[in-house]
T-cell receptor
Framework: DTGVSQDPRHKITKRGQNVTFRCDPI?????LYWYRQTLGQGPEFLTY????????KSRLLSDRFSAERPKGSFSTLEIQRTEQGDSAMYLC?????????FGPGTRLLVL | RKEVEQDPGPFNVPEGATVAFNCTYS??????FFWYRQDCRKEPKLLMS???SGNEDGRFTAQLNRASQYISLLIRDSKLSDSATYLC?????????????FGQGTTLQVKP
């Protein structure tokens, strides 16, 4: 399968715990995006990378959120001290042009 | 005002009907426009790009009106398999790189 992959697909955690999600983009794609989606809403932009450089971060991305793409390949998104409001689907996407190819997402539930 | 606005619906139509969705965007400098389709509990997938001259892909027609900052999607001869959420997507700013902004999505239910 040469599509975008994300791990884990589901995560249940208790409030206050830290979680980390991984995204493996399509291999030749130099751009990688993180979005968050809640029920009934479209995906909201969080951040994006061109190769290993993080080029933009949304105001939605509080200090508790950090994303990395250390070698310009896979990326991780970490949420520290999770809150119930962090419960959402976290979507990763990659591209070489403007149109995006999404992974299946990581569904996070914070209890 | 949201950057990309759509009527969330739902639109309930019988098989074979023609249905149209509209979308407005706020940034007049935007250069790239798309419709994505999202099935329930799945990731969004690109349906089609939207070009200034309008474009068609089978039963789907997309139109762009830059003066009114308005995008539309027309689906002819609706199939049960067209039931999904349709997301209007616009790039932010004048560059053709960078982030895409998604609308809330419009839900379509095609009934037998």
């Amino acid at each position: 399968d040469t599509g975008v992959s994300q791990d884990p697909r589901h995560k249940i955690t208790k409030r206050g715990q830290n979680v980390t999600f991984r995204c493996d983009p399509i291999s030749e794609h130099n751009r990688l995006y993180w979005y968050r989606q809640t029920l009934g809403q479209g995906p909201e932009f969080l951040t994006y990378f061109q190769n290993e450089a993080q080029l933009e971060k949304s105001r939605l991305l509080s200090d508790r959120f950090s994303a990395e793409r250390p070698k310009g390949s896979f990326s991780t998104l970490e949420i520290q001290r999770t809150e119930q409001g962090d419960s959402a689907m976290y979507l990763c996407a990659s591209s070489t042009t403007v149109s995006l190819y999404f992974g299946p997402g990581t569904r996070l539930l914070v209890l | 005002r949201k950057e990309v606005e759509q009527d969330p619906g739902p639109f309930n139509v019988p098989e074979g009907a023609t249905v149209a969705f509209n979308c407005t965007y706020s940034n007049s400098a935007s250069q790239s426009f798309f419709w994505y389709r999202q099935d329930c509990r799945k990731e969004p997938k690109l349906l089609m790009s939207v070009y200034s001259s309008g474009n068609e892909d089978g039963r789907f027609t997309a139109q762009l009106n830059r003066a009114s900052q308005y995008i539309s999607l027309l689906i002819r001869d609706s199939k049960l398999s067209d039931s999904a959420t349709y997301l209007c997507v616009v790039n932010q700013g004048s560059s053709n790189t960078g982030k895409l902004i998604f609308g809330q999505g419009t839900t379509l239910q095609v009934k037998p």
